[in-house]
């Protein structure tokens, strides 16, 4: 079983708990700005009609007498810290999956805690009693379930579903609650008169492929009550990749192992910064006709030098016989461990090792400089494009951007908002419908570049996966970067 704890109206609580004068009252987090939005309400504003995302002048209308508390980020993510160490304190399984909200897997919990049920409510009162805080909490033998079961009693309730009880409550459970359906979705939804997971069932996998896309097979799947996705603790995360679409179609192995050279130090930096090491690497060309291959290998030994992670990908791209151009590669790595396992350690002092230590530690190094001072400080020689070159590249880029992982919610907007402002750009950040965010943004080469390395690392909290990136044309009337709903 899963259990999704969720902090009750985390934001407004914290502020409630640590003034007194707030409490029981309708208060709200938010800016003070014309243009500011509620990040949350006191389950006593809630009542008024007041929720996340409304406009601050609107909660006013609905709630004169409503308080609003300017918020304060840094207790937030420090509140967090400690709630996800008291659930630690409960079980290695744990997934932290937003600043409020974990999932645990009870597996193996059972002889020390109790049933989930019993778990569940140590797990409370715990929370309650080290940080003051209440949460809800569901239970569930699927993640999605458990999920929507943590937000069904809230505040401060409990809610199982039991494995007997899922296919009934499949059947009824409204649509629009399960996650990752959007607008756009729910109108092809109505068209099919989908009202609930269960109508799902209606039709063949086929079909709802055809509607929904790669979706359709998710759908498909959770209302057969399947949910394939696990606990990810935070040794377990499947795989850290980054992938680039040229600025133009190439098929010369210089460009293309240079690219890789590229990609295979961010993933690197990446994978140390995890303090993680890995087994596979894999590479991904897109051709210029838009199909695609990948190739992959599990490696001897554990890796984590941007060297030797280069290698692997290098010696895969030998193999690959090229019909067409290329115009997008992208590097991987997965079967990640801890750094500090000691069985690891030991392969890591393998005897072809010496030169793969030397590797190590110059990737330390340019790691601590790049920490410092900012990425792009430290290249590889043969990255060092020619001035000339760069001379020669528009100077106004424009990208669109897919970014996937833990990614929606104003949050991952804001930062993003803010963070392509702080480089000049304009264009949009939005929701889609899949679960992940779309962005474009546009402005001197160098800014666009910037940003895309902040898109692959994300703010706190949220957790990137995936980013993909293409060249497109300025969209019409945008003259900042702006939020779009
Ligand atoms: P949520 O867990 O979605 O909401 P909540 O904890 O405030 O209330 P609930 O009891 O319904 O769980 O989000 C956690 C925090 O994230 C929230 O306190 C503030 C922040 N947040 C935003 O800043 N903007 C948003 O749109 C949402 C939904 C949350
Ligand atoms: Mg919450
Ligand atoms: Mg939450």
Known sequence: MILHIDMDAFFAAIEQRDNP????????VAGNSKRSVVSTASYEARQFGIHSAMPVFQAKQ???QVIIVPGNRHKYAAESKRIMEVISGFSPLVEQASIDEAYVDVKGCEKLFGPPEAMAEKIRGAIFNKIFLTCSIGIAPVKFLAKIASDMDKPN??????????????????????????????????????????????????????????????????AHGIDENRVETQYSRKSISSETTLS??????????NVLLALSQRVGRDLR??????RNVSIKIKFSDFTQI??????????????AIFNEALSLYKKVILKKKIRLLGLGVSHLSDQNTPVQMELLWHPEGKAKKQWESVDMAVDSIEEKFGSNMVKKASLNIPKQGEKKMSP????????KGRVQGVFFRVETQKAARGFNLTGYVKNCPNGSVE??????EAGVKKMLEWCHTGPPVARVDHVLPESTKLPQGCDTFDIRY
Request: charged share 25%; with cysteine.
């Open 157 to 222: 309730g409990i809610t199982l579903i039991p494995k007997h009880k899922m296919e009934a409550f499949i059947a009824d459970l409204p649509i629009e609650k399960v996650p990752g359906i959007g607008k756009q979705a729910m109108k092809k939804m109505a068209v099919l008169q989908i009202l609930t997971l269960g109508d799902i069932n209606k039709y063949d996998i086929t079909l709802l492929n055809k509607k929904f896309g790669k979706m359709g097979t998710r759908l498909y799947q959770l």
């Open 21 to 28: 004068k707030l409490r029981n009252k309708p208060i709200i």
């Open 248 to 257: 133009r179609d190439i098929s010369d192995y210089k460009s293309a192992s």
């Open 439 to 444: 962005a474009v943004f546009q402005g001197d």
């Open 62 to 64: 609905k709630c004169p």
């Open 294 to 307: 990948t190739r992959s290998k599990k490696n001897d030994s554990w890796i984590c030098s941007s060297a």
């Open 273 to 278: 910064k995890k303090k993680m090491i890995c």
């Open 396 to 403: 106004i880029t424009c990208m669109k951007v897919i970014i």
